[in-house]
Structure formats: structure tokens, C-alpha cells
């Protein structure tokens, strides 16, 4: 069955960088897309880019460009997020989800369980 | 970017009542590429409906979703006690993906 597995939680003080990995299993990597979604504490969705395993062409939003840098080795199936300069507000839950490769398949069918990442000093 | 905005905030129902949940676009989603997930607590979300109206798989028939252009609906039925949740809606149909800012779904 498809999975998306994450690392674990992280604590890190501001101005760190944090790289959280995310590993896929029950399904050809190479043939969907990862994307990243971050949520603060009871807050809601917000999409951080993407990233395409067959080309390594990557898609930021626009408050992480710059700041964000999404990566995958194929040959054990894992993504990437690198995230820079780390704020008190980038304590949140990042996500990992998967979608397909056209535009008609952009939804995220299967995630991961998140990882926690706290920015204190 | 379009800006998706969900309605109510909360919504309070008892089980086996009819839920309707809203979501308006700032501009037209392309092709109603706009998606619904249910969160549950400590859960990551769960997609429910993709296309404005197809179902996921395994997602029980008491989902339903409508709509178009701007408009769209998350209707549930019968709400049974799983189903109190926070529900997002989501646009794909141009880049930033978007989502809603929740619409919870508590025990009355």
C-alpha cells in the first residue's frame, strides 16, 4: 500500500536550517509528484511547493522562495525540504503529500504523518 | 493567487443530521479542480472528494460535493460520529495550490 513516511520531530534555534525527509514506498516514485504543506498549532493548510522525482524541477511558494530548497534521491525513494534562516514562526507541522503529474491529478491522494519542527532559543 | 474562504467557521449538528459546507474562490477555479480533505485530530488530512464531485476511493457515499466556477459545496448526508471533524476545501487548478481556512464540524 502507498506510504509517505516521515523523520521525526526536530528542534532547532532561530536562524538554523532544518531538512526534513519524507520516504515513499508502495508505488514508483519517480511517477508522482511530492509536495510540502505546513500547518501552525490548530491553523490551517498551507502549500510550500513541489517538487517532480522524474526531473528534479521544483515549483516554491512564493513566501518561501528563497528560503525553501526540495530535493529527492530516487534510488531509495525519499524527498527532501531544506528550510533556512528558521523563525519562531515556522514552529509548525510540515507535511509531505503526494500528487499526480497532470494538471487534473493536482490533489493530494495520500500524506505523510507530519513532523514537528520547533524554532526556539 | 485565489483566495478560498469556508463557511461557517463551525458548524453544530447533531449525528444523523444533514451537514452543508461552503467554499467561495476569489476568481474561477480552472476545470473545478477544487478538492475537499477531512482532518481529524493529531491526523494528517484525508481526501474525500477531487474534481469538485468524484469521491476518493473507500470514501462512503454519504460525501457528496458540488458546485462550480466559484461556488462550491461539501455536502454529508447523515452525519455519523466519525465524521466530526475540520473539512478544507482546496484549489489545484492554478499554481499556489490554495486551501480554505477550515470549516469544523463539532457535536451539538
Known amino acids: 500500500q502507498v506510504q509517505l513516511v516521515q523523520s521525526g520531530a526536530e528542534v532547532k534555534k532561530p536562524g538554523a536550517s532544518v531538512k526534513v525527509s519524507c520516504k515513499a514506498s508502495g508505488y514508483t516514485f519517480a511517477n508522482y509528484y511530492i509536495h510540502w504543506v505546513r500547518q501552525a498549532p490548530g491553523q490551517g493548510l498551507e502549500w510550500m511547493g513541489r517538487?517532480?522525482?522524474?526531473?528534479?524541477?521544483?515549483n516554491y511558494a512564493q513566501n518561501f522562495q528563497g528560503r525553501v530548497t526540495m530535493t529527492w534521491d530516487t534510488s531509495i525513494g525519499t524527498a527532501y525540504m531544506e528550510l533556512n534562516g528558521l523563525r519562531s514562526d515556522d514552529t509548525v507541522l510540515y507535511y509531505c503529500?503526494?500528487?499526480?503529474?497532470?494538471?487534473?491529478?493536482?490533489?493530494?491522494?495520500?500524506w505523510g504523518q507530519g513532523t514537528l519542527v520547533t524554532v526556539s532559543s | 493567487e485565489i483566495v478560498l474562504t469556508q463557511s461557517p467557521g463551525t458548524l453544530s449538528l447533531s449525528p444523523g443530521e444533514r451537514a452543508t459546507l461552503s467554499c467561495r474562490a476569489s476568481?474561477?477555479?480552472?476545470?473545478?479542480?477544487l478538492a475537499w480533505y477531512q482532518q481529524k485530530p493529531g491526523q494528517a488530512p484525508r481526501l474525500l472528494i477531487y474534481?469538485?464531485?468524484s469521491r476518493a476511493t473507500g470514501i462512503p457515499d454519504r460525501f457528496s460535493g458540488s458546485g462550480s466556477g466559484t461556488d462550491f459545496t461539501l455536502t454529508i448526508s447523515r452525519l455519523e460520529p466519525e465524521d466530526f471533524a475540520v473539512y478544507y476545501c482546496q484549489q489545484y487548478g492554478s499554481s499556489p495550490w490554495t486551501f480554505g481556512q477550515g470549516t469544523k464540524v463539532e457535536i451539538k
Open positions: 474534481g469538485a464531485s
Open positions: 476568481q474561477s477555479v480552472n476545470n473545478n479542480y
Open positions: 503529500a503526494r500528487t499526480g503529474t497532470t494538471r487534473g491529478t493536482y490533489y493530494f491522494d495520500y
Open positions: 517538487i517532480n522525482p522524474n526531473s528534479g524541477g521544483t
